[in-house]
């Protein structure tokens, strides 16, 4: 079963726009990741932030982390139409691994 | 190198067949994995190995079958699949996930589009 859960399923912006992506999650983690995914290819490893982390950096990207709400966000700011892909979060507890819902992004030029 | 290989990249195959699928990485990682994915839905987790041992199975049917010959291969033996069974099929690695303990990014190869005729 999936624990993750993501809004919105599908975002539509303008290149140069900031996309906002919401992940929330019903059980316990250690520690959540985000990929990308390209259409029927394989996932990207984006950012990964430790459950004792609220906000981490890493380009382009912004993930937040509210274990209080169980919730996660991805932002990317000033898009760009390569930035156009699926988005997952996945919460990791132990080995156990679980995908939220994704939410597909599309940045038209 | 930070790459996980797949073969076949496609596959077609029909419900009496017997096929493999394979995944080969060479980061010394001594977790495996295999998920399914089905289109515009995430990919759904099946077989962890973590060295070499088969360490979770979600249920999976077992029409199914993994094998870890060794820390670098992970095969997924394919027999009497059905239909609904057509699916990307993705393999990944990365060091044991622990409890307590760092986490461990995973690498995904691109995964095998199959399909059960």
């Known amino acids: 079963s999936q624990q993750g859960e993501e809004d919105p399923q599908a975002l539509s912006i303008q290149e140069g726009e900031n996309a906002t992506m919401n992940c929330s999650y019903k059980?316990?983690?250690?520690?959540l990741q985000w990929y990308r995914q390209n259409s029927g290819r394989g996932l990207v490893h984006l950012i990964l932030i430790r459950s004792n982390e609220r906000e981490k950096h890493s380009g382009r990207l912004r993930v937040t982390l509210d274990t209080s709400k169980k919730s996660s966000s991805l932002l990317i700011t000033a898009s760009r139409a390569a930035d156009t892909a699926s988005y997952f979060c996945e919460g990791i507890y132990g080995s156990r691994l679980t995908f939220g819902e994704g939410t597909q992004l599309t940045v038209n030029p | 190198d930070t790459e996980v290989t797949q073969t076949p990249k496609h596959l077609v195959m029909g419900m009496t067949n017997k096929k493999s699928l394979k995944c080969e990485q060479h980061?010394?990682?001594?977790?495996m994995y295999w998920y399914k994915q089905k289109a515009k839905k995430p990919p759904e987790l099946m077989f962890v190995?973590?060295?070499?041992?088969?360490?979770i199975n979600e249920s999976v049917p077992s029409r199914f079958s993994p094998e870890c010959p060794n820390s670098s291969l992970l095969n997924l033996h394919l027999h009497a699949l059905q239909p609904e069974d057509s699916a990307l099929y993705l393999c990944a690695s990365s060091q044991p996930q622990v409890r307590i303990g760092p986490p461990y990014e995973q690498y995904f190869g691109p995964g095998t589009r199959l399909t059960v005729t």
């Open positions: 980061m010394g990682h001594r977790a």
């Open positions: 190995y973590s060295y070499e041992k088969l360490s």
């Open positions: 059980t316990s983690i250690n520690n």
